[in-house]
Structures are given as structure tokens and as C-alpha cells.
């Protein structure tokens, strides 16, 4: 009677699993940070967000809390945490200039070996994959409003990837932090011009996941993917 049961539960149970959280397999950084990972179709991806503060090589990654310094680092790596507060690095990780996340430079590489930083064209896979632009956020998003605020639209986190609302230092008329519970903002390694580098994004206000591009010299988190 048992052995009929599990076979009934079995049988009207989905007949695909799409979406797998990797419960053995981990990552781990030159830090020491380790990190938890999820296959999404072909591609297995950090479920967590970047939070090193080492190049691969053992150089440091320059830590820059003064906005004004921060604008001035053009052609260079440099992160800090939201806020310069390290008590977001748990859950939000750090945020990265997009010169950090070049990977023209194999002498300082931020992945992990074996990993690399996904680019925009792996992004719009992962994407696609989970249904397109206009509803793929949601499938991204940690559901519920514990670190998203407001309604965190259309969010169901199906795939695992725990999307999480990092927010951004944004470089504008000045340079400040901004939209922490509100917006997901994560680097491609995909370079859109001289001036502008690509990125991903994903709103509590919507489920959409959109790619566009941006000044390089902006803070956004950092995802990496399987080699």
C-alpha cells in the first residue's frame, strides 16, 4: 500500500523538473566565501550574489567608499557595500564597477576558478529559458517582501536563483546609493562601448527582467556562472 501510494504521488507529480537547487554542490571564492548554486537548464549559476574582495590572482580588489573617487576610477576595479556597510555583504554581497568585472584581463579575474561572470548573452538564456523578458523577474525573484518591498510583483523564485534587491551606487549628477529593496542590478561581462557595459534588471514592480546598458563606472552586484 505504500510502495501505491509513492507510485500515485509520483504520477500526478509534474513530469519535468525544470529547475534544480544544487543541495551538494558549492563554490568558493579566494576569500573563503562559499557560495550556494543552482542549475537552471543547461547553466548552473551562483544562487547568491558576488561578495570577494580579491582577484583571483590574490590582488586586491580596491575598496572605495568615497563617492568622488569612486567616479574617477575609470579603467580600474573597485567595490564596496551598500551604504559602505558591511552588514549587507551576507545577504545583498558587494557591489562592483563593471572594470572589476572585465574579463579582457585574465590576470585578475573576479570568478572563482571554473566560474566566470555570466555574459549578457548567457543572461538572455537564462532568460528565455524562463519564459522571456516580460515574466522571467518573477521566476528570479525571492518571493515575499522580507527584502523586496511593496507588493514584489509576480515574484515565485521557481528557478532558484534568488534574486535579490542589491539596489546600486549610482553615477550621476553625483554619486550616491539608491533603490536597495526596490531593484536588482547585476553586470554582464559584455562590453556595449567605450562608455557603456551592459547590465540586468529586475523591479518589486514588475516580474520583467530587462538587459540594457550603462556607464561602467556604476556599483551592481555580480552573479557568476559555470564554466
Known amino acids: 500500500m505504500k510502495n501505491l ?3 500515485l504521488v509520483l504520477m500526478i507529480a509534474p513530469c519535468s523538473l525544470t529547475f534544480a ?20 537548464g543547461t547553466q548552473t549559476w551562483m544562487a547568491e550574489n558576488l561578495k570577494v574582495t580579491k582577484y583571483t590572482n590574490g590582488d586586491p580588489i580596491p575598496n572605495i567608499t568615497d563617492g568622488n573617487k569612486w ?40 570568478a572563482p576558478v571554473g566560474w566566470h ?11 528565455d529559458y524562463l519564459g522571456g523578458n516580460d515574466i522571467a523577474g518573477g521566476k528570479l525573484k525571492e518571493t515575499g517582501t522580507a527584502h523586496w518591498t511593496l507588493l514584489n510583483e509576480g515574484a515565485t523564485n521557481e528557478s532558484g536563483f534568488t534574486a535579490m534587491p542589491c539596489g ?32 540586468v534588471l529586475t523591479s518589486n514592480g514588475v516580474a520583467k527582467a530587462s538587459i540594457s546598458e550603462i556607464n561602467p563606472c556604476n556599483g551592481f552586484a555580480v552573479r557568476c556562472i559555470k564554466d
Open 71 to 110: 567616479r574617477q576610477q575609470v579603467n580600474d576595479g573597485a567595490y564596496c557595500w551598500y551604504n559602505n556597510d558591511i552588514s549587507y555583504k551576507d545577504t545583498y554581497g558587494a557591489l562592483y564597477n563593471w572594470y572589476a568585472v572585465d574579463q579582457q584581463r585574465p590576470d585578475r579575474r573576479l
Open 117 to 127: 561572470v555570466a555574459s549578457k548573452e548567457e543572461w538572455q538564456i537564462l532568460i
Open 168 to 199: 546600486i551606487r549610482f553615477i550621476g549628477i553625483g554619486t550616491y546609493y539608491t533603490d536597495m529593496g526596490v531593484v536588482g542590478w547585476w553586470w554582464t561581462s559584455t562590453k556595449y562601448s567605450l562608455f557603456k557595459s551592459f547590465y
Open 5 to 7: 501510494f509513492l507510485f
Open 21 to 40: 537547487q544544487d543541495k551538494t554542490e558549492t563554490v568558493t571564492d579566494i576569500d573563503g566565501n562559499v557560495y550556494k548554486t543552482v542549475t537552471i
